[in-house]
């Protein structure tokens, strides 16, 4: 029997976020799009909840909880809540410790987990999106080489969240045309950080071009194992961030609908407002459960693969459709920067490209 009703431990870690998404991250989400800065003290607020720490084991420095997709699931949504960009940075550490703790061997994880176990914010990322037409997370274009023993990556990524400032980055390339991730550090030959990219949302987020030229690692760099697991932990991780942006946009748009009058009644009480409020409510729930249908059976060590694709896909469809119509529930004034509409409009057009950005 599926139950997803969180357990005590899930609620206390729901709540803690959801207090700071509210309280913290919401009231400096506009300045952070408007400046495409996101302030390190939020960030190192962000640090000091342990949301990397707390799945790395005690003996690599951390914690030592568990690593479930549903709990994951819970923190995405309410960090997507508070604002999308500051989600993606203060979650950016996930895309380096959970492929090394799934995939790693004792020898990568030792080298690498300790350094995101400390009193501050370290920075890590993966590059998997490339800039191609139909790009396939198992057909890529940037490929690794078995050359004298050690592997040559060469390509080109794209969006990669913190390049410059990354002291890991989980590379995917194909290998023999399989889909293969390596450990590259910061500093390696042939790794190229490009210039910052300018894009429509998400514009606190850092996310920059990388090159990939005769990049030369050790053979000892690749990740042995499946990467989907991996791939799926990341569509439930966006699937639930677009829950919690579109959950935003929703609340907005009905506590204006109640609040604005014409003709002398709230405009919430109007056929055409109430029914479209009542659709964004059900998709949202809708896609909620999807999410956590996926999550749990990820938790149990099951297949994920299609519930996760159904919730990534649909998700992104969703999260364009609630925001578009929170902007026109406030009319002319959903296009004003006054309300965040406009903002979460921009960040949840972004879901249907977005790959890889974030882990559950």
């Not at 989600?87 to 799934?102: I, K, N």
């Not at 037409?133 to 050690?150: E, I, Y």
């Not at 902007?327 to 921009?346: P, S, T």
Request: glycine share 8%; aromatic share 8%.
């Amino acid at each position: 029997m599926i139950s997803f009703e969180p357990n005590e431990d899930q609620r206390m870690m729901r709540d803690t976020v959801a207090s700071f998404a509210i309280n913290q991250v919401r009231p400096i989400a506009r300045d952070a799009d408007e400046s495409c800065q996101i302030p390190d003290s939020i960030v190192q607020q962000a640090w000091e909840l342990g949301l990397i720490q707390s799945a790395i084991p005690e003996e690599h420095g951390g914690y030592g909880g568990d690593r479930s997709a549903v709990t994951s699931a819970l923190v995405c949504e309410e960090l997507g809540y508070g604002d999308l960009s500051i989600a993606l940075h203060v979650l950016a550490p996930r895309l380096v410790t959970y492929p090394v703790l799934e995939l790693g061997s004792d020898e990568q994880k030792n080298e690498v987990l300790p350094a995101y176990c400390g009193d501050s914010f370290v920075a890590g990322t993966a590059a998997l999106m490339e800039p191609a037409m139909g790009f396939d997370v198992n057909q890529l274009s940037v490929t690794a080489s078995r050359q004298n023993g050690d592997y040559v990556l060469d390509g080109a990524k794209c969006y990669v969240p913190l390049g410059p400032d990354a002291r890991h980055t989980v590379v995917y390339a194909a290998e023999d045309g399989e889909t293969k991730a390596f450990l590259v550090g910061s500093d390696t030959p042939g790794l190229a950080v490009v210039e910052r990219e300018k894009i429509m949302g998400i514009k606190g987020l850092a996310t920059y071009e990388l090159k990939l030229d005769n990049c030369k690692i050790p053979a000892s760099a690749r990740l042995e194992g499946d990467v989907k697991p991996i791939f799926n932990r990341s569509r439930i991780a966006l699937a639930s961030l677009a829950v919690g942006v579109a959950r935003a946009a929703f609340e907005y748009a009905r506590d204006y609908a109640k609040d604005r009058h014409a003709f002398g009644v709230p405009i919430a009480q109007k056929q055409a407002i109430a029914f479209m409020l009542a659709e964004m409510a059900i998709e949202i729930d809708a896609t909620r459960l999807l999410a956590w249908e996926a999550a749990w059976k990820l938790d149990r060590g099951e297949d994920a693969t299609r519930e996760s694709c159904l919730a990534k896909n649909y998700a992104a469809d969703m999260v364009l459709k609630v925001t578009d119509n929170a902007v026109q529930v406030l009319g002319g004034h959903g296009y004003i920067r006054d309300h965040m509409v406009e903002l979460w409009l921009r960040n949840g057009r972004g879901f249907a490209t977005f790959e890889g950005l974030a882990l559950a």
